[in-house]
């Protein structure tokens, strides 16, 4: 494989850097809020699922309500 000079190396990142397709600013705030509320459910879930073994395992063992 062929080495790069370093000024040609920058052109090339700049150039595929251009063909980067950003997304907008509306994209960005749904894609956020998305991922918050995602968070926010798994947790939820989780939650509810540790409780739900926690007290499956103390009835086993005799020691839950």
């Known amino acids: 494989m062929a080495k790069t000079s370093p000024l040609e190396f920058l ?3 700049r150039t595929e ?3 980067v397709t ?3 600013r509306r994209e960005t705030t749904i894609t956020t809020t ?6 926010v459910l798994a947790s939820i879930f989780f939650l509810v699922a540790d409780q739900l073994l926690h007290w499956v395992v ?3 063992l005799g020691i839950g309500a």
Not at 34 to 39: G, H, P, R, S, T
């Open 34 to 39: 998305f991922v918050f509320f995602m968070a």
């Open 22 to 24: 950003w997304p907008t």
């Open 58 to 60: 103390g009835l086993l």
């Open 17 to 19: 850097a251009r063909k």
């Open 11 to 13: 052109q090339q990142v």
